[in-house]
């Protein structure tokens, strides 16, 4: 029922049905219009120039006949036009209806969580299947990042349930007088403090150069100064593990244009990753040179456990972890790569990793725009 609140509203078959309709029915009338305002009027001269007159009865006869028979095959033929333009109509209506009704029900499932459902390519042209395929490709966008945000949900209650659950015991062993509160014990709950404090700033900082609110102070930096930086305050970590830390700057390089800040503690991540997984005795090179594009290309290269190929695509995704159990056993959050992901596409360069398998090391490679 029709109120003034709640119209009744026609869905779009319903609508293009009554604009096929209009249009049909007015060509029907156009054409009636124009054969009987010309037909006659052309058959009478016709009649004239081949020497009857006006007033013969078989010229009044003639074309009395003609306009019976214009008036009876012009009526069927515009009947059966629009008998068929009708059907023709009916079709293409159902099937855009039926292509639209997928859509609507598909959205409609997807916006209540089900990321896993399809539009089928309509066929009713490119259009409408580029239509399908992008909804098609926003589904599956969703239901990727739907994913991820469970398994990041989960891998951040993972992080702060061990700490957390470390605190809570050693404060209760201390309340209940079975662990001394001496140097040893603050350590720990310091330790553990201090791992919750890094979780924090990690996602803070992935979660800000995500969103592009990361405020960087771009200056021309020599690259080798960079280098040099990156692999000083990394060679006591390295030498504690057994592992050789080695600089390689071509010559000639031009200067990058990045935050000094920034940067720094992109290739921090990167050499705390490489060492973390070269075993003792093995080597981390930092090297620069030029890139395809005329960037200039930061790479560090280990020689120690390599990623298989099936983890490469993920390796800068948050808390993503080839070994779940044994990074967190070194102590890695998870989320340093994700990190230096962020902050290389702030500085409108890119990251890619390389690995030729298991066992043969791994090439992290950042291309920075020069100044």
């Not at 081949?50 to 010229?59: S, Y």
């Not at 020599?222 to 060679?235: F, I, K, N």
């Amino acid at each position: 029922m029709t109120t003034a609140d709640h119209p009744v509203r026609w869905g779009l078959a319903a609508r293009l049905m009554v604009a096929l309709t209009v249009v049909l029915v007015v060509g029907v009338l156009t054409a009636w219009l124009v054969a009987a305002a010309v037909g006659p009027g052309l058959f009478h001269r016709h009649m004239v120039s081949a020497g009857l007159e006006d007033h013969a009865a078989a010229v009044v006869h003639a074309e009395q006949a003609f306009r019976d028979a214009s008036t009876v095959t012009l009526g069927l033929a515009l009947g059966a036009a629009a008998v068929a333009s009708v059907g023709v109509s009916l079709l293409l209506t159902r099937r855009v209806g039926r292509s639209l009704s997928a859509v609507s029900t598909a959205a409609g499932r997807v916006g209540a969580g089900g990321y896993e459902h399809r539009v089928p390519a309509p066929g009713l042209g490119p259009e409408f299947d580029e239509v399908a395929r992008s909804f098609n490709a926003m589904a599956e966008r969703l239901e990727e990042s739907d994913r991820l945000r469970a398994r990041l949900l989960a891998d951040v209650a993972h992080e702060v349930r061990t700490p957390v659950a470390t605190l809570t015991a050693y404060l209760e062993a201390v309340e209940d007088g079975v662990q001394p509160l001496d140097a040893a014990t603050i350590g720990v709950l310091r330790e553990q403090g201090d791992r919750l404090t890094r979780l924090a700033q990690d996602l803070a900082a992935v979660t800000l150069a995500e969103a592009g609110d990361l405020i960087l102070h771009l200056e021309p930096v020599a690259v080798a100064e960079l280098l040099q930086a990156a692999a000083a305050a990394a060679r006591e970590n390295a030498a504690a593990t057994g592992v050789t830390l080695q600089v390689e700057v071509e010559p000639g390089l031009p200067a990058v244009s990045v935050d000094r800040t920034r940067v720094a503690q992109i290739l921090d991540n990167l050499v705390t990753n490489a060492v973390r997984h070269t075993p003792a005795g093995g080597t981390v090179t930092l090297a620069a040179g030029p890139s395809s594009d005329g960037a200039v290309a930061l790479r560090v290269a280990d020689t120690g456990e390599g990623i298989a190929a099936e983890h490469l695509p993920h390796v800068f995704e948050r808390f993503y972890r080839a070994d779940t159990a044994r990074d967190r056993a070194r102590g890695g959050s998870g989320i340093g790569l994700a990190i230096t992901k962020a902050l290389v596409e702030g500085h409108r360069g890119t990251v890619d990793v390389a690995s030729p398998g298991v066992g043969k090391g791994a090439t992290l490679t950042v291309t920075l725009p020069t100044a």
